[in-house]
């Protein structure tokens, strides 16, 4: 996974330091959206390609989530990517159009119109884990989170191109 950047999106209100409990790869470069009054995509975008080309893969907790995909959703419209993203939320996905990059969704909410928003969110491959909670933090599902974070990164590590990849 040599190479890969890890970009968390903390929930509107929450801080970065919320997800320390999340191990890394020394191999990954682990940067994280500190919310500055605003939360605009396009804003951090810019400082995303900023940083340079190199895999990604987006982590979104909760609110952080449809914003980590409207930065997607920019970004794949300036460079390749490739991009992924890993999303802990019962949030719908927002209704600006699909991905190229695959999704992961974890999340306990069991409504079927959520999980089909996140689904028709992507061109690519789509997962979805439910648990049974309403309501739920990084912190009551690590192993889970990491699972999936570690899944993506070794996509994006390998690809060139938004291959099928469950």
């Given at each position: 996974m040599t190479g890969v950047?890890?970009?968390?999106?903390p929930d509107a209100g929450g801080s970065p330091s919320r997800l320390h409990p999340l191990p890394y790869s020394p191999d990954v470069e682990v940067l994280a959206v500190q919310y500055r009054g605003d939360r605009l995509p396009d804003r951090i975008a810019r400082e995303v390609l900023s940083l340079g080309e190199?895999?990604?893969v987006f982590f979104g907790h909760a609110r952080g989530a449809p914003l980590?995909?409207?930065?997607?959703?920019?970004?794949e419209t300036?460079?390749?990517g490739p991009y992924s993203l890993v999303l802990l939320t019962n949030y719908q996905c927002p209704?600006?159009?699909?991905l190229r990059s695959?999704?992961?969704?974890?999340?306990?909410s069991p409504k079927s119109a959520m999980?089909?928003?996140w689904r028709a969110g992507t061109l690519g491959a789509f997962r979805l884990k439910v648990f049974a909670?309403?309501?739920f933090s990084v912190n009551d599902y690590v192993a889970v989170v990491n699972h999936e974070i570690d899944r993506m990164a070794r996509w994006v590590s390998t690809s060139r191109r938004y291959l099928t990849m469950f």
């Open positions: 950047r890890l970009i968390f999106f190199r895999p990604t980590a995909f409207e930065t997607v959703r920019l970004l300036t460079t390749p209704p600006s159009g699909p695959p999704i992961s969704v974890v999340t306990g999980d089909e928003t909670d309403a309501e």
